[in-house]
């Protein structure tokens, strides 16, 4: 969260603000009939002058960028954060959507107070929860495998000696084994499951009569196609070789997508990874992880959360190295 905040808003995270954004998580990530309403009928929450959010979300991003805005004079500053970026483009007066097709026309986008509200609500909502998710399910994986934890550790260790104790972005980038490590772990749980895409054209699957229509929204399971045997064989096993250099190049360009695939995937793919990283590996130069007799053998997944996440929370004891 406080990253979140650093990065998004320009803030430091104190404890009224922690209070709120953690309420503001149960308003995001908690299912609604209403999703499913506005999935069936696209369009009808705004004809309704509906949402699928309360009130208080709106009014609390609103007055949080009108504040931030307001310290800086409406100009970005040398913070570099999402805020000022936004304010960049903004100076620009409206900007231009690029275009899908030749035959597209060319949209354009007057970043109002409003839209900027959107962009802080999209970045919190789309940041925190998956990458917290994400590290809870590497810990709980490392936990369970020891032998993959030391290798984890031995790396962060000799990698840091080379930069001197200083995490940099080549930094992480040197970190082969713990990206492996991180990318299986997507695999197995990759946090925002089903993917949405609404079809632009008829299609019927080959093989099958079943028959896709233009403008019909199509689930896509990431879970199911990461844990096919088709794609990786025993599925259930955990096991970071898969993402070596050597075998990434046998695995189907579709069969790992925990961002998405295509044009619309995950916009914070990089910034995500990088956040998660740096947070693992300041906790692994203090800690480790250890399985305690609570701690399940498989995850439960809440079916009352919008994204894969453990039901009851995961308990694993932390070892001072």
């Known amino acids: 969260m406080a990253t979140i905040s650093a990065c998004a808003f320009g803030l430091d995270l104190?404890?009224?603000?922690?209070?709120t954004l953690n309420k503001v998580d149960k308003m995001i990530f908690t299912p609604k009939y209403s999703i499913e309403l506005d999935m069936m009928y696209p369009g009808i929450l705004v004809k309704l002058n509906n949402s699928n959010f309360p009130k208080f979300l709106k009014a609390f991003f609103n007055n949080l960028v009108k504040t931030v805005v307001t310290q800086r004079g409406g100009k970005p500053t040398n913070r570099k954060d999402f805020m000022d970026l936004l304010l960049e483009l903004r100076q620009k007066k409206?900007?231009?959507?690029?275009?899908?097709?030749?035959?597209?026309?060319?949209?354009?986008?007057?970043?109002?107070?409003?839209?900027?509200?959107?962009?802080?609500?999209?970045?919190?909502?789309?940041?925190?929860?998956?990458?917290?998710?994400?590290?809870?399910?590497?810990?709980?994986?490392?936990?369970?495998?020891?032998?993959?934890?030391?290798?984890?550790?031995?790396?962060?260790?000799?990698?840091?000696?080379?930069?001197?104790?200083?995490?940099?972005?080549?930094?992480?980038?040197?970190?082969?084994?713990?990206?492996?490590?991180?990318?299986?772990?997507?695999?197995?749980?990759?946090?925002?499951?089903?993917?949405?895409?609404?079809?632009?054209?008829?299609?019927?699957?080959?093989?099958?009569?079943?028959?896709?229509?233009?403008?019909?929204?199509?689930?896509?399971?990431?879970?199911?196609?990461?844990?096919?045997?088709?794609?990786?064989p025993n599925p259930g096993k955990f096991d970071p070789e898969r993402f070596t250099t050597e075998n990434k190049k046998n695995i189907h360009s579709g069969a790992y997508m925990p961002f998405g695939t295509g044009p619309?995937?995950?916009?914070?793919?990089?910034?995500?990874?990088?956040?998660?990283?740096?947070?693992?590996?300041?906790?692994?130069?203090?800690?480790?992880v250890e399985p305690t007799k609570n701690t399940p053998a498989e995850v439960e997944l809440d079916p009352m959360r919008l994204v894969l996440f453990p039901r009851g929370g995961i308990e694993l004891n932390v070892i001072r190295r």
């Not at 104190?14 to 209070?19: I, L, N, P, Q, T």
Request: charged share 30%; net charge negative; aromatic share 12%.
């Open 264 to 288: 619309r995937n995950c916009i914070g793919m990089r910034f995500a990874k990088v956040q998660s990283l740096v947070c693992i590996v300041k906790f692994f130069t203090k800690f480790r």
């Open 94 to 232: 409206t900007i231009e959507a690029s275009k899908g097709s030749v035959d597209e026309k060319v949209r354009t986008l007057e970043l109002t107070d409003d839209v900027l509200a959107g962009q802080a609500f999209a970045f919190y909502a789309a940041g925190y929860e998956t990458s917290a998710s994400t590290m809870t399910y590497l810990f709980y994986e490392v936990a369970k495998h020891p032998e993959i934890q030391d290798k984890v550790i031995a790396e962060i260790d000799e990698v840091l000696k080379k930069y001197d104790g200083e995490i940099t972005y080549e930094f992480l980038n040197e970190l082969t084994y713990l990206n492996q490590v991180f990318d299986e772990t997507l695999r197995m749980y990759p946090v925002v499951d089903p993917l949405q895409r609404n079809a632009e054209m008829d299609y019927v699957i080959p093989g099958t009569n079943t028959k896709i229509r233009k403008r019909q929204t199509v689930l896509v399971s990431a879970l199911a196609i990461h844990r096919d045997p088709k794609y990786y």
């Open 14 to 19: 104190d404890e009224d603000m922690y209070k």
